[in-house]
């Protein structure tokens, strides 16, 4: 089965960074991803990582430890638009890719 | 390709009624998953089809709902005498089969159930 963690709720001000937890335990790894999801709209995806290190695309990036279970990701520069949930997903690659997904990190971002 | 598509993109429904959701997803994607969101949670698996063959089912699928997937293209999630906890929002997503797709699934917009 799959286990991922990720805090419920953040708060941050506009132009600061933060940065997004997730933990994970699970068989058949064979990806992370996140996701960005407006209120009422459906998840977007923002990064995949399936080998360890940093994965950097403009403000946001994403960190993947295997052997630790762990994930996280960083959003720079904040902006107001940035205000979201956030979907931890981890690929099961013995289960017809299926994605099981943490139960997001809502993140409001203030003036 | 214009992408995953549901519909309706709402539903309001009594409680007792059948209702009937839609997802055309990409065409050479030959994945087809339904998950089902409520407020404030991430979304859940219900069911996944390769092309036509529906090959998993959670066990939070119950007996009420069934999906179909007959020409291994579009599909359909029946939910039969609706429940109020059956509000939620109904996601569609698709993928190739493969291990390397690097955007895990392409979503539809969802579609959003009340039961009244």
């Known amino acids: 089965g799959q286990n991922i963690d990720q805090p419920t709720e953040m708060t941050a001000t506009e132009g600061a960074i933060v940065q997004i937890n997730c933990t994970y335990q699970t068989s058949g790894f064979n990806g992370l991803f996140w996701y960005q999801q407006h209120a009422g709209e459906a998840p977007t995806f923002l990064s995949y990582?399936?080998?360890?290190g940093l994965e950097e695309k403009g403000r946001f990036s994403s960190f993947l430890s295997r052997s630790k279970g762990y994930s996280y990701l960083l959003l720079k520069e904040l902006q107001m638009k940035d205000s979201a949930s956030y979907l931890c997903a981890v690929r099961d690659g013995n289960a017809g890719n299926m994605l099981t997904f943490g139960g997001g990190t809502r993140l409001m971002v203030k003036p | 390709d214009t992408g995953v598509s549901q519909n309706p993109r709402h539903k309001i429904t009594k409680r007792g009624q059948n209702v009937t959701f839609r997802c055309d997803p990409i065409?050479?994607?030959?994945?087809l998953y339904w998950y089902r969101q409520t407020l404030g949670q991430g979304p859940e698996f219900l069911t996944y089809?390769?092309?036509?063959?529906?090959?998993?089912k959670s066990r939070l699928l119950s007996d009420r709902f069934s999906a179909e997937r007959p020409k291994g293209s579009f599909s359909t999630l029946e939910i039969q005498r609706t429940e109020q906890g059956d509000s939620a929002m109904y996601l569609c997503?698709?993928?190739?089969?493969?291990?390397?797709?690097?955007?895990?699934?392409?979503f539809g917009s969802g579609t959003r159930l009340t039961v009244v």
């Open positions: 997503a698709s993928s190739p089969i493969g291990l390397s797709y690097p955007y895990g699934y392409t």
């Open positions: 089809f390769q092309n036509e063959a529906q090959l998993e």
């Open positions: 990582n399936v080998l360890d």
């Open positions: 065409s050479e994607h030959n994945r």
